[in-house]
């Protein structure tokens, strides 16, 4: 989070000096309004008011377009800082171990990626330049009330403590009490979501749908119901802040009587009428100290995904070493066993190598396309004879639109067999020399499974003879030995 504030000083220093115009221009108006209404109540001749009534439209103009300035560079400083943000985490996503996605459920990793880059990119504008700015203007605003009265400034101190250390402390106690909530009951929503998603065929076939619905929004309600109570230390310090007002306007007006002998009417209209705007830059600060927390929480879940993956087992070795041209290896084992975890470290180790996830997207486009993302020059002919070969022949020739036919949702436009299917047709049409294929079979059924594992441990078969083939599957075909 420091190397993101230092990224962008400049611009965070341009918005925090708008913003201490803006708020001191308020700060300026509501001392000359009270100077200039006390004034005019002594009904001095009309030129004597001009200057001050002139400086009040001056401040009031000034407050506006400032204000609308600091926005623009607050804005401007937020954007530019969140795609950074999200380039320097794709960045490391991507140089990451793959193993260390790998165990992250989907709905979870949409959850880090999506609200905590959120949170941490916002960590600039809702937290630092707040907390600066209203830093600025206490200081001003203690300053000018001493010289009028000291009584009166250190009460308007103590007050500024309350409502810009206390009431944040307690929002930020708050958010964290909220954040926990939605680590435990966040990404659990998530899966739920993500497995009705992307299974919704599956279950409803196997009548769980309505089950997985109901768990999804059950987690949702109870997740709404535990942060509402982890929230109640925020109503407190939104509370504080308006006790912290009123007793800096009567700890203004108890020092304006002691001194009203002794200095202008003019002056203790400022004195208890200065302190109202002196707050209105701590208002911004629990929600400040609530969005510094939920920001440091955002940087921990995002830099956990660079992180190793803890081991808490005993992993089989890895692969053999060498894998010679054409060669047919299988990695089975039972879920949990490591078999994608050494398809992975494979695939880091050898040039040419590449791994076609169990999972890979479908993405909402033609089937040309989706075959295509494995090789760009693919022909149409290539793409025809590897749906061919998979068997999804008489399913490409049924397409109103063959390979222009758009999958309107992805995924959710073909069955979990079809899916598998053109997955693996993607591998086949990919001109990797080291093809490593995770459970390439999963969904099938018994007979099309056990043949599709033959043909891949064949060379020659869905593979040309000169291609090596990795396979991880939970069994090998009825009467075949293990090649790895």
């Avoid at 400049?10 to 108006?29: E, P």
């Avoid at 966040?186 to 009705?196: F, P, Q």
């Avoid at 001194?259 to 929600?287: D, N, R």
């Avoid at 993607?426 to 099938?444: F, G, K, M």
């Amino acid at each position: 989070m420091r190397e993101l504030v230092r990224a962008r000083l400049g611009r965070l220093v341009v918005a925090t000096v708008l913003g201490v115009l803006s708020l001191g221009s308020a700060l300026a108006l509501a001392a000359i309004s009270a100077w200039l209404i006390t004034r005019a109540w002594q009904m001095p001749p009309v030129l004597h008011l001009t200057v001050a009534v002139v400086a009040v439209r001056a401040l009031g103009i000034a407050r506006g377009v400032l204000g609308y300035c600091q926005r623009l560079a607050a804005h401007d400083t937020a954007l530019r800082s969140a795609a950074d943000l999200r380039q320097e985490v794709y960045r490391r996503l991507a140089a990451a171990p793959a193993d260390t996605l790998m165990r992250i459920p989907g709905g979870e990793l949409v959850a880090r990626i999506g609200g905590a880059v959120d949170d941490l990119a916002d960590v600039l504008v809702r937290a630092v330049l707040p907390i600066a700015v209203a830093a600025v203007l206490g200081l001003v605003s203690v300053a000018v009330i001493a010289v009028i009265s000291p009584a009166a400034a250190a009460v308007l101190a103590a007050c500024l403590l309350i409502a810009g250390v206390a009431a944040p402390w307690l929002a930020s106690r708050a958010a964290l009490a909220v954040e926990a909530v939605a680590a435990q009951h966040h990404s659990g929503r998530d899966v739920a979501v993500m497995l009705a998603l992307e299974h919704a065929p599956e279950l409803r076939v196997g009548g769980r749908l309505d089950a997985v619905l109901a768990d999804a929004d059950d987690r949702h309600r109870r997740w709404g119901e535990a942060t509402d109570r982890a929230a109640r230390p925020a109503a407190v310090a939104a509370a504080a802040n308006t006790l912290a007002i009123g007793v800096s306007v009567l700890g203004a007006v108890v020092a304006a009587v002691l001194i009203a002998g002794s200095v202008a009417p003019t002056t203790l209209a400022i004195l208890m009428l200065l302190p109202l705007s002196a707050f209105e830059a701590t208002t911004a600060l629990p929600a400040a100290a609530a969005q510094l927390s939920r920001s440091r929480i955002a940087a921990r879940r995002i830099r956990e995904l660079t992180e190793p993956a803890p081991s808490n087992r005993t992993r089989p070795d890895v692969a053999p070493a060498v894998l010679a041209p054409g060669e047919r290896r299988a990695i089975t084992g039972p879920s949990g066993s490591g078999k994608t975890t050494q398809l992975l470290k494979l695939s880091e180790t050898y040039d040419g190598a590449t791994f076609f996830a169990e999972d890979a997207h479908l993405f909402a486009t033609t089937v040309r396309d989706n075959l295509l993302v494995a090789r760009g020059d693919a022909t149409d002919p290539e793409i025809r004879s590897a749906l061919d070969r998979v068997g999804l022949g008489d399913w490409l020739d049924a397409l109103p639109d063959g390979l222009s036919t758009v999958l309107v949702g992805g995924a959710a436009a073909v069955s979990a067999g079809q899916r598998r299917r053109l997955l693996l047709a993607r591998a086949l049409v990919s001109a990797a020399p080291i093809v490593l294929l995770d459970e390439p079979t999963e969904h099938l059924d018994a007979v099309d499974g056990q043949r599709m594992l033959v043909e891949l441990l064949s060379p020659g078969g869905l593979f040309p003879a000169d291609r090596t083939v990795v396979i991880a599957t939970h069994h090998l075909p009825v009467g075949v030995p293990s090649p790895a």
